[in-house]
């Protein structure tokens, strides 16, 4: 099944320490999507890329960085992360943006130690 | 800039009574607007979405939603809710420009259904 993936599931850090959180899609979407959802909270645009085009929010912190390197894999990079920076982080395709459904995947459960 | 208010955080409802999720959003310009549901330890999946034409739109589940633009609203309803739709929802409006946007989502309704 078509799909979007997110490695690992639960990802445990030390402050300060650098991780990377991965997303995989296999839907073939030109959009992909990085929110931060920090519990009883909305879901957060951090960024997200239109093809190659990266486009990142205002209000985003410079300690959140973003690659993609092809059509199917996205990186989150946290460069020094924080214990405010726990959150579940949640990738999301779309085909081309805009009304289009946007898929989500199951989320990373980030806990900064 | 796009905002959306979802003012009950929880709401509690025995099986097979009817319930309503509020939510309300402020937009200076035409939006979309998107009903997305969390299952437990799940991502968000799409539930329905109002685009234009008809003002309520349904779901396969039997949820329906209707888009009010003098109330700036788009309330979601269930006549009859199942134990299965214990959840959160999330309510998300998107603001169209050149055909390209993002959504901004509500803080979420979580929907509690006891037996």
């Known amino acids: 099944d078509a799909m979007v993936i997110q490695n690992p599931r639960y990802q445990v850090t030390q402050f300060g320490k650098p991780v990377t959180l991965s997303c995989s899609q296999t839907?073939?979407?030109?959009?992909m999507y990085w929110y931060q959802q920090k519990s009883s909270q909305a879901p957060k645009l951090l960024f997200h890329?239109?093809?190659?085009?990266?486009?990142n929010e205002a209000d985003t912190p410079d300690n959140f960085q973003s690659r993609r390197p092809n059509t199917s894999f996205c990186f989150l990079d946290i460069r020094s992360p924080g214990l405010g920076d726990a959150a579940m982080y949640l990738c999301?395709?779309?085909?081309?943006?805009?009304?289009?459904?946007?898929?989500f995947g199951p989320g990373t459960r980030l806990l900064v130690l | 800039a796009q905002s959306v208010t979802q003012l009950d955080s929880q709401v509690p409802v025995f099986e097979e009574a009817p319930v309503e999720l509020r939510c309300n959003y402020s937009s200076s310009v035409s939006v979309y607007l998107f009903w997305y549901v969390q299952y437990p330890n799940q991502g968000l999946q799409l539930l329905l979405k109002y685009l234009s034409g008809s003002t309520l739109v349904e779901s396969i589940n039997g949820f329906e939603a209707e888009f009010n633009k003098s109330q700036t609203s788009f309330h979601l309803r269930k006549p009859s809710v199942h134990i299965s739709d214990t959840a959160e929802y999330f309510c998300a409006v998107s603001a169209p420009n050149s055909g390209y946007s993002t959504l901004t989502f509500g803080k979420g309704t979580m929907l509690l259904v006891s037996p």
């Open positions: 999301a395709t779309s085909l081309t943006g805009g009304a289009e459904t946007q898929y």
């Open positions: 890329y239109y093809d190659k085009d990266f486009n």
């Open positions: 839907l073939n979407h030109n959009v």
